[in-house]
Nanobody, 126 residues
Framework: VQLQASGGGSVQAGGSLRLSCADS????????MAWFRQTPGKEREFVAA????????YYADSVKGRFSITRDNAKNTIYLQMNSLKPEDTAQYHC????????????????????WGQGTLVTVSS
């Protein structure tokens, strides 16, 4: 599994960005995939997750209603559509892939994910 995140950039508050995470490895995860974010001096925090074959989507309370996670199995890619961005959304965003299908309560746990992308920076100015 090799994850490549892209789509970050600088936007003003209220703007939108769409992040992509392509899995260029041998097989697209049939388990869980997620987005986390991190700012300097803070722990990496959960943003959103999606599981193969699961119609539910899982979001941190701070992004619920503004962000949307989707996956395209044909392209081995997941996306994070981010709308109504706020300065507090500024962070390095990382995609992650699990080797199995975490239970829903474990999707927010970093330990559930084996593979991580290098991150893409999102900067939101006020």
């Amino acid at each position: 599994v090799q994850l490549q995140a892209s789509g970050g950039g600088s936007v003003q508050a209220g703007g939108s960005l769409r992040l992509s995470c392509a899995d260029s490895g041998r097989s697209f995860s049939r388990g869980g995939m997620a987005w986390f974010r991190q700012t300097p001096g803070k722990e990496r925090e959960f943003v959103a997750a999606i599981r193969y074959g699961d119609t539910n989507r899982y979001y941190a309370d701070s992004v619920k209603g503004r962000f949307s996670i989707t996956r395209d199995n044909a392209k081995n890619t997941i996306y994070l559509q981010m709308n109504s961005l706020k300065p507090e959304d500024t962070a390095q965003y990382h995609c992650a892939s699990a080797i199995n299908r975490p239970i829903s309560s474990a999707l927010r746990d970093r330990a559930s994910y084996r593979y991580w992308g290098q991150g893409t920076l999102v900067t939101v100015s006020s």
